[in-house]
């Protein structure tokens, strides 16, 4: 960068110098091809990543579900050994319905920690349905119907009561 002053200094005292040899007409002095070339190389501001998708409640469970594996995948990026109540609490600050929700327990019935969860959320008539753990490789979400039973989940759930 020192040669780039040196040659802007230099350039500035060539003007200087050469000022008094031009006749008495005034004229605007034009940047160098130095300043012009550290002008066009000036950094500029990165582009803002685009904007997370968003809760769609009007639409239906398929055009939401990048928006629960945003929220989940927000979980898993905080704590990948999140609980079942780690995801529910998150869908419910993202909008999810409470009521809606159905998760499995964090632990078996031998009290040993569960090789995987699951947490859904019944929406528009389908079921919107994570899975994270170990088992599975991490944090999986789709779209699957309801259940005979009106539920999403197979199986013993947890009552969501917090």
Not at 15 to 26: A, F, H, K, R
Request: aromatic share 6%; net charge negative.
């Amino acid at each position: 960068m020192h040669g780039a002053a040196a040659v802007l200094a230099l350039a500035a005292g060539l003007g200087l110098g050469l000022s008094g040899c031009v006749g008495s007409t005034p004229t605007s002095p034009s940047p160098s091809p130095t300043a012009q070339a550290l002008t066009a190389q000036a950094p500029t501001a990165a582009p803002a990543p685009p904007p997370g998708p968003t809760l769609r409640p009007k639409l239906d469970a398929r055009t939401n579900l990048a928006y629960y594996d945003f929220v989940a995948s927000g979980v898993v990026a905080a704590n990948p050994a999140a609980g079942g109540r780690d995801f529910i609490d998150a869908l419910v600050a993202g909008g999810f319905d409470r009521a809606q929700m159905e998760v499995t327990f964090d632990e078996t019935s031998a009290a040993l920690a569960a090789d995987s969860i699951q947490f859904a959320v019944r929406f528009d008539g389908e079921c919107l349905i994570g899975q994270n753990g170990p088992a599975t490789g991490g944090y999986h979400g789709t779209v699957m119907p309801l259940l005979a039973s009106g539920t999403c989940l197979v199986g013993a759930t947890r009552q969501i009561d917090w």
